[in-house]
Structure formats: C-alpha cells, structure tokens
C-alpha cells in the first residue's frame, strides 16, 4: 500500500530523508532567505523565487511517511493531549492525526465539493496563480520565521479559491465518543467510516473501544484497512451501505454521513448521491433506513449522533438538521441536545463580521428509548 500512496503523490523515495518527511530539507536553507524584509523590498521577485522552488520541485506540500515513520506517528498520536467535550462545547486546537490521514487517504484529493469538479490540494498547487496566491497570503498574513516552509505553504493553499474536502479531526472523534459512551471496551459503530478520521481518534482511546466502521467507497475502504493494520487496538472495517447494513450490540453510533449532494466522492453505484438524486429520495432511502438500522442494533440508552449541517450549492439551499431530528424521534430516539465543535475562521479582509460569535459545526445526540 505504501507504493500505490507514494505513486499518488509523486514521490520519488531519494527526498525520504527521515521517517516523516516533506521533501523540500535539503532547501530549508532556500526559504529561509525569503522573509518579510525581502517581500516588502520587492514583493514579486519574492513571490518568483520561492514559487520556482516548489515548482522546481514539485512535491505537494504535506507530510509524508515511510511505513515505519506511519506505524511510529501512528503510536505517537495515542499519547498526545486533547481537549475534552466541556458543556456543550468543544474547542479548538486540537489537529493533531490530520497529517496521518492527509497521506493515506489519497482519494481525499480526487472528491468534489459541491458539484465544482475536483478542487484540491493537489489541483491548486499545480495551478501556477493559485500557487503564487498561497506564497502572497504567506508574506501578507504570517509573522515570524519560515514564512514559506512547507506546512505554511499548504495552509495557505487551503485558503486559495473554493471548499476542502474535510476530514473528521480524530482527536475530536475520540473526545465526543468519550463523552457520549464512557464504557470500557464499548462497541462503536461509525456508520459512514470516510477518511478515517474516527477510526484512528476512537481506536487510540484509553477506553480500548471496539471500533466497527462501514464505509460503501471501495479505495476509502482498502486505506481504512490499511491504517487499521497498523492500529495497537485495530477495529472491524466493513465494506456496505449503512442503510443496509445490520450492527449488532452497539453502546454508541457516531459519524460525519455525507450531506446529500455536497461532496462527491465517487460514481460507485453504492454511493449515497449517485443512489439517491434528490433530497426527498435521500432521506427515504439513505438516512431513514441508517437510523432504523442504529436503533435496531444499539443497546438500551444507548447515544446516538451525527454530525451534519445546513448548506449551500451554488444552485440551491438545503435544509437538512431539523428533518433529521424529526426522522430520528419517529424512528424512536430522544433528541437530547447539540455538542459545538468550534471551528476556525479563514484570516483576510472582511472576518470583522465574525466578531464576538461563534463559528462552529453540531453534533446532534439522540438517545435509544
């Protein structure tokens, strides 16, 4: 597996200096001749020169890995600090396991938000003007040092034109999946398993959770295998729809479903928007079905949640939240509230708006009568 991921990102294994790498060390020396002073003194030269070394070198700037450098940040990852669920709330700062996900799921790089075509990392970094917008947005909105290091020049690409296929931070995973179900060894089913955000975050727990992710994507579910191989405490991946598949003696169900037509990751037919075309026909054959499915297999009081959101296309509005908690207290659970997870607002002009309010995302929790 770690071939078919180099193969993706184009990398050739001389620039594999060290376990985890980004293959730009041997120019460090290089960006660090460019700071604020020289951007300042002459913006665009600035812009050329560093613009040349990554073009030069061609490498996307991430962290990548040796599959012994994956299996150690993989342990590392079990260690680190996380914040907890406080309240209703939970906070920021807690991004760590993203680059591990970043780089096994390489197909994160080929799904389309919104209906707009393939808009990635990937994509805009071979985009000479988008490449150039994230080096100005390095000198115009960083401070400090290694303004255009590698991880300061993927941040910023993140920034550049459109949406991102996002990731469920695993830490966040694990300090919700905690909260709801403080049981050892507790079984957890993740009924829309993605990029493997919750299977990485869960499994690592001190709770030892026996993880069970479904996920219908055939190369999301071989890389959800490949990182389980390599977990201390490895769940059960199951390639199915949710709709269809039966859990059996679950404490608690928790995922990040796909929002309808929001993000195309695929044209498998087993694919919720290719199976289902409108809304109406989405929460018939799609939702309905995953939550009867739950209710079925959770134990007594056990938690229920998802995390989904109202949103936008370009074309049309759609509302999704309140349907959804109706559905879900027909099926028969018992809505009980929404946990916050706060969410970053992008830097630039015109975020005075955001000004004393909360920017968050929910997760909606029902509980089994």
């Given amino acids: 597996m770690i071939k078919d991921i180099y193969s993706f990102w184009n990398i050739d294994e001389r620039y594999a200096v060290a376990d985890q790498f980004t293959g730009y060390e041997d120019l460090y020396h290089e960006f660090d001749k460019y700071t604020k002073q020289s951007y300042e003194a002459?913006?665009?030269?600035t812009i050329d020169a560093v613009f040349n070394l990554y073009r030069n070198r061609g490498i996307i700037p991430i962290d990548y890995y040796t599959e012994a450098g994956l299996a150690q940040a993989i342990r590392d990852f079990a260690g680190t600090k996380y914040n907890t669920v406080k309240g209703d709330t939970i906070g920021l700062g807690n991004n760590q396991g993203q680059k591990i996900n970043r780089f096994v799921f390489t197909n994160m790089m080929t799904a389309e938000p919104k209906g707009r075509g393939s808009n990635s990392l990937r994509d805009r970094f071979?985009?000479?003007n988008k490449l150039r917008r994230a080096i100005r947005i390095c000198f115009e909105f960083r401070?400090?040092?290694?303004?255009?290091?590698?991880?300061?020049?993927?941040?910023?690409?993140?920034?550049?034109?459109?949406?991102?296929?996002?990731?469920?931070?695993?830490?966040?995973?694990?300090?919700?999946?905690?909260h709801l179900c403080p049981v050892m060894w507790g079984r957890v089913y993740?009924?829309?398993?993605?990029?493997?955000?919750?299977?990485?975050?869960?499994?690592?727990?001190?709770?030892?959770?026996?993880?069970?992710?479904?996920d219908p994507n055939t190369e999301t579910v071989e890389r959800l295998e490949y990182m389980n191989s390599l977990l201390d405490n490895p769940g059960t991946i199951v390639q199915s729809v949710s709709e269809d598949y039966e859990p059996e003696d679950i404490d608690c169900a928790f995922s990040s479903p796909p929002y309808f037509n929001l993000e195309k990751y695929s044209d498998e037919e087993t694919?919720?928007?290719?199976?289902?075309?409108?809304?109406?026909?989405?929460?018939?054959?799609?939702?309905?079905?995953?939550?009867?499915?739950?209710?079925?297999?959770?134990?007594?009081?056990?938690l229920f949640a998802t995390n989904i959101a109202d949103y936008k296309t370009p074309k049309e509005e759609f509302a999704v939240c309140d349907r959804w908690i109706?559905?879900?207290?027909?099926v028969g659970f018992k809505y009980?509230?929404?946990i916050k997870m706060l969410l970053n607002t992008r830097p630039g002009?015109?975020?005075?708006?955001?000004?004393?309010?909360?920017?968050?995302?929910?997760?909606?929790?029902?509980?089994?009568?």
């Avoid at 002459?42 to 030269?45: C, L």
């Avoid at 469920?168 to 905690?178: H, L, T």
């Avoid at 993740?190 to 479904?214: E, F, H, K, P, W």
């Avoid at 109706?326 to 027909?330: D, F």
């Fill in 190 to 214: 993740d009924y829309s398993a993605g990029y493997g955000g919750r299977l990485l975050g869960i499994t690592s727990s001190n709770m030892r959770y026996q993880y069970i992710g479904v």
């Fill in 143 to 178: 401070d400090g040092n290694r303004l255009v290091y590698p991880t300061a020049v993927r941040r910023s690409l993140e920034l550049v034109t459109g949406e991102n296929i996002q990731n469920f931070k695993p830490q966040n995973a694990r300090a919700i999946v905690e």
């Fill in 126 to 128: 071979e985009n000479d």
């Fill in 271 to 302: 694919q919720c928007m290719v199976r289902y075309t409108t809304l109406d026909q989405w929460f018939d054959g799609y939702v309905e079905p995953t939550i009867r499915q739950i209710h079925n297999g959770l134990n007594g009081g056990g």
């Fill in 42 to 45: 002459d913006a665009e030269s």
């Fill in 349 to 369: 002009v015109g975020n005075d708006k955001l000004a004393g309010r909360e920017k968050y995302e929910g997760v909606y929790v029902f509980e089994k009568r």
């Fill in 336 to 338: 009980q509230g929404m």
């Fill in 326 to 330: 109706a559905l879900a207290e027909k």
